[in-house]
Protein backbone atom coordinates (compact mmCIF):
# COMPACT_ATOMS: atom_id res chain seq x y z
CA UNK A 1 0.00 0.00 0.00
CA UNK A 2 0.91 3.88 -0.55
CA UNK A 3 3.80 4.65 2.80
CA UNK A 4 3.40 7.95 4.45
CA UNK A 5 3.91 11.33 1.49
CA UNK A 6 4.72 14.61 1.58
CA UNK A 7 5.04 18.03 -0.43
CA UNK A 8 6.84 19.40 -1.42
CA UNK A 9 9.82 17.51 -2.04
CA UNK A 10 11.71 20.91 -2.30
CA UNK A 11 10.82 24.48 -1.44
CA UNK A 12 12.93 27.44 -1.55
CA UNK A 13 12.03 30.61 0.10
CA UNK A 14 13.16 34.01 1.27
CA UNK A 15 13.59 35.20 4.53
CA UNK A 16 10.38 36.18 6.21
CA UNK A 17 8.27 34.36 3.58
CA UNK A 18 5.66 31.83 5.11
CA UNK A 19 5.86 28.30 4.03
CA UNK A 20 2.99 25.69 4.56
CA UNK A 21 4.26 21.78 4.34
CA UNK A 22 1.59 18.97 4.09
CA UNK A 23 1.96 15.09 5.26
CA UNK A 24 -0.42 12.48 3.90
CA UNK A 25 -0.27 9.11 6.52
CA UNK A 26 -0.57 6.01 5.81
CA UNK A 27 -4.55 5.37 5.77
CA UNK A 28 -5.89 4.17 8.95
CA UNK A 29 -2.94 5.45 11.12
CA UNK A 30 -4.18 7.77 14.23
CA UNK A 31 -0.74 8.60 15.08
CA UNK A 32 0.83 11.69 13.36
CA UNK A 33 4.52 12.95 14.17
CA UNK A 34 6.24 15.90 12.50
CA UNK A 35 10.40 16.12 13.01
CA UNK A 36 13.26 18.38 11.61
CA UNK A 37 16.13 16.83 10.64
CA UNK A 38 19.47 19.40 10.38
CA UNK A 39 22.46 18.89 8.70
CA UNK A 40 24.41 16.85 10.50
CA UNK A 41 22.13 16.43 13.15
CA UNK A 42 19.34 13.25 14.58
CA UNK A 43 15.79 13.92 14.33
CA UNK A 44 14.53 16.77 16.02
CA UNK A 45 10.93 16.72 17.13
CA UNK A 46 8.33 19.15 16.63
CA UNK A 47 4.62 18.06 17.86
CA UNK A 48 2.79 14.74 17.71
CA UNK A 49 -1.12 13.92 16.96
CA UNK A 50 -2.99 11.23 18.16
CA UNK A 51 -6.42 10.76 17.45
CA UNK A 52 -8.70 13.42 18.30
CA UNK A 53 -6.60 14.63 21.69
CA UNK A 54 -5.22 17.55 22.23
CA UNK A 55 -1.35 17.40 20.01
CA UNK A 56 2.26 17.48 22.14
CA UNK A 57 3.58 20.85 20.47
CA UNK A 58 6.26 20.22 22.85
CA UNK A 59 8.88 20.54 20.42
CA UNK A 60 7.91 23.61 18.17
CA UNK A 61 10.92 25.86 18.60
CA UNK A 62 9.03 29.11 18.54
CA UNK A 63 5.11 30.67 17.89
CA UNK A 64 6.11 31.07 14.18
CA UNK A 65 5.95 26.99 14.13
CA UNK A 66 1.72 25.40 13.82
CA UNK A 67 0.57 22.65 13.02
CA UNK A 68 -2.91 21.43 12.18
CA UNK A 69 -4.27 17.91 11.33
CA UNK A 70 -7.84 17.90 9.28
CA UNK A 71 -10.35 15.07 10.16
CA UNK A 72 -7.54 12.90 11.57
CA UNK A 73 -5.99 12.44 8.53
CA UNK A 74 -3.63 15.35 6.34
CA UNK A 75 -1.41 17.30 8.21
CA UNK A 76 -0.32 20.86 7.27
CA UNK A 77 3.01 22.51 8.91
CA UNK A 78 3.15 25.92 9.06
CA UNK A 79 6.12 28.23 9.37
CA UNK A 80 5.88 32.00 9.04
CA UNK A 81 8.09 34.61 9.11
CA UNK A 82 11.06 32.38 7.70
CA UNK A 83 14.81 32.60 8.82
CA UNK A 84 17.11 30.91 7.45
CA UNK A 85 17.73 28.95 10.77
CA UNK A 86 14.68 26.79 9.47
CA UNK A 87 16.38 25.79 7.03
CA UNK A 88 16.15 21.49 7.44
CA UNK A 89 14.58 18.52 6.22
CA UNK A 90 10.87 18.25 7.42
CA UNK A 91 9.90 14.68 8.08
CA UNK A 92 6.63 13.34 8.94
CA UNK A 93 6.07 9.94 10.35
CA UNK A 94 2.37 8.25 10.88
CA UNK A 95 2.29 5.27 13.23
CA UNK A 96 -1.02 2.54 13.88
CA UNK A 97 -1.54 3.04 17.51
CA UNK A 98 -0.40 4.30 20.52
CA UNK A 99 1.83 3.83 23.67
CA UNK A 100 5.56 3.83 23.76
CA UNK A 101 7.49 2.31 21.36
CA UNK A 102 5.52 1.97 18.49
CA UNK A 103 6.70 1.87 15.21
CA UNK A 104 6.91 4.95 13.03
CA UNK A 105 6.90 5.08 9.49
CA UNK A 106 8.54 8.13 7.92
CA UNK A 107 7.96 10.09 4.76
CA UNK A 108 10.82 11.15 2.26
CA UNK A 109 10.58 15.09 3.86
CA UNK A 110 10.39 18.55 2.29
CA UNK A 111 13.69 20.14 2.08
CA UNK A 112 13.15 23.78 2.94
CA UNK A 113 16.22 26.58 1.95
CA UNK A 114 15.14 29.83 3.42
CA UNK A 115 17.75 32.43 1.57
CA UNK B 1 24.29 16.83 27.25
CA UNK B 2 22.16 14.51 24.86
CA UNK B 3 19.90 12.59 25.92
CA UNK B 4 20.91 10.34 23.35
CA UNK B 5 24.58 10.01 21.94
CA UNK B 6 25.71 9.13 19.36
CA UNK B 7 29.21 9.16 16.93
CA UNK B 8 28.09 10.91 13.37
CA UNK B 9 30.96 9.41 12.02
CA UNK B 10 31.78 9.07 9.06
CA UNK B 11 32.88 5.48 9.43
CA UNK B 12 33.96 4.00 6.00
CA UNK B 13 35.40 0.00 6.00
CA UNK B 14 35.67 -2.64 3.17
CA UNK B 15 33.02 -4.78 1.87
CA UNK B 16 32.45 -7.99 4.19
CA UNK B 17 33.50 -6.89 7.31
CA UNK B 18 31.86 -6.46 10.49
CA UNK B 19 30.32 -3.16 11.67
CA UNK B 20 29.24 -1.99 14.97
CA UNK B 21 27.38 0.81 15.84
CA UNK B 22 26.76 2.40 19.25
CA UNK B 23 24.71 4.56 21.27
CA UNK B 24 24.82 5.77 25.22
CA UNK B 25 21.73 7.25 26.26
CA UNK B 26 21.27 9.11 29.91
CA UNK B 27 17.33 8.49 30.72
CA UNK B 28 16.65 5.65 32.34
CA UNK B 29 13.24 5.54 31.73
CA UNK B 30 14.09 4.25 27.91
CA UNK B 31 12.43 1.06 27.29
CA UNK B 32 12.10 0.68 23.51
CA UNK B 33 14.86 1.34 21.38
CA UNK B 34 15.25 0.65 17.72
CA UNK B 35 17.62 1.46 14.66
CA UNK B 36 16.46 3.10 11.70
CA UNK B 37 18.92 3.32 7.98
CA UNK B 38 18.53 6.32 6.54
CA UNK B 39 19.50 6.37 2.67
CA UNK B 40 20.55 9.54 0.74
CA UNK B 41 17.71 11.90 0.10
CA UNK B 42 14.90 9.38 1.59
CA UNK B 43 13.10 8.78 5.33
CA UNK B 44 14.67 7.10 7.72
CA UNK B 45 13.33 3.12 7.52
CA UNK B 46 12.83 1.21 10.36
CA UNK B 47 15.54 -1.53 10.83
CA UNK B 48 15.57 -2.96 14.29
CA UNK B 49 13.38 -3.01 17.06
CA UNK B 50 14.09 -4.06 20.72
CA UNK B 51 12.63 -3.92 24.28
CA UNK B 52 14.57 -3.54 27.56
CA UNK B 53 17.39 -5.44 27.54
CA UNK B 54 19.05 -7.81 25.14
CA UNK B 55 19.93 -9.53 21.90
CA UNK B 56 17.91 -9.36 18.55
CA UNK B 57 18.69 -11.01 15.43
CA UNK B 58 17.85 -10.26 11.92
CA UNK B 59 19.84 -11.58 9.29
CA UNK B 60 23.07 -10.01 9.09
CA UNK B 61 21.97 -7.36 11.72
CA UNK B 62 22.19 -8.18 15.37
CA UNK B 63 20.53 -5.31 18.01
CA UNK B 64 22.06 -5.20 21.81
CA UNK B 65 20.81 -3.38 24.70
CA UNK B 66 22.53 -3.26 28.00
CA UNK B 67 20.33 -0.98 30.01
CA UNK B 68 22.71 -1.33 32.81
CA UNK B 69 25.73 0.93 30.92
CA UNK B 70 22.78 2.78 28.99
CA UNK B 71 24.73 1.93 25.81
CA UNK B 72 23.04 0.07 22.97
CA UNK B 73 24.59 -1.27 19.89
CA UNK B 74 23.42 -2.17 15.69
CA UNK B 75 26.28 -5.03 14.31
CA UNK B 76 25.64 -5.75 10.93
CA UNK B 77 27.77 -8.67 9.21
CA UNK B 78 29.42 -9.59 5.81
CA UNK B 79 28.22 -5.84 5.40
CA UNK B 80 27.61 -4.80 1.92
CA UNK B 81 27.59 -1.93 -0.32
CA UNK B 82 24.23 -1.55 0.20
CA UNK B 83 24.19 -0.93 3.50
CA UNK B 84 25.86 2.25 2.94
CA UNK B 85 23.66 5.11 4.53
CA UNK B 86 22.92 6.79 7.52
CA UNK B 87 21.86 4.71 10.48
CA UNK B 88 20.19 6.48 13.68
CA UNK B 89 19.21 5.23 17.00
CA UNK B 90 16.00 6.11 18.51
CA UNK B 91 14.32 5.40 21.97
CA UNK B 92 11.18 5.79 23.83
CA UNK B 93 10.06 5.27 27.32
CA UNK B 94 7.41 2.78 28.28
CA UNK B 95 5.08 5.43 29.03
CA UNK B 96 4.47 9.24 28.79
CA UNK B 97 5.95 10.95 25.64
CA UNK B 98 5.05 9.28 22.69
CA UNK B 99 7.88 10.96 21.09
CA UNK B 100 10.68 9.21 19.72
CA UNK B 101 14.66 10.56 20.89
CA UNK B 102 17.04 10.12 18.23
CA UNK B 103 20.75 10.23 17.80
CA UNK B 104 22.63 12.13 15.65
CA UNK B 105 23.13 9.17 13.16
CA UNK B 106 26.30 7.97 11.99
CA UNK B 107 27.12 8.09 8.17
CA UNK B 108 28.27 4.82 6.97
CA UNK B 109 29.77 3.77 3.30
CA UNK B 110 30.92 0.20 2.30
CA UNK B 111 33.14 0.15 -0.30
CA UNK B 112 33.28 -2.61 -2.75
Known amino acids: GAGVSQSPSNKVTEKGKDVELRCDPI?????LYWYRQSLGQGLEFLIY????????KSGLPSDRFSAERTGGSVSTLTIQRTQQEDSAVYLC?????????????FGPGTRLLVL | QKEVEQDPGPLSVPEGAIVSLNCTYS??????FMWYRQYSRKGPELLMY????GNKEDGRFTAQVDKSSKYISLFIRDSQPSDSATYLC????????????FGQGTRLTINP
Open chain 1, 93 to 105: ASSPQRGGGETQY
Open chain 1, 27 to 31: SGHTA
Open chain 1, 49 to 56: FQGNSAPD
Open chain 2, 27 to 32: NSAFQY
Open chain 2, 50 to 53: TYSS
Open chain 2, 90 to 101: AMSPIQGAQKLV
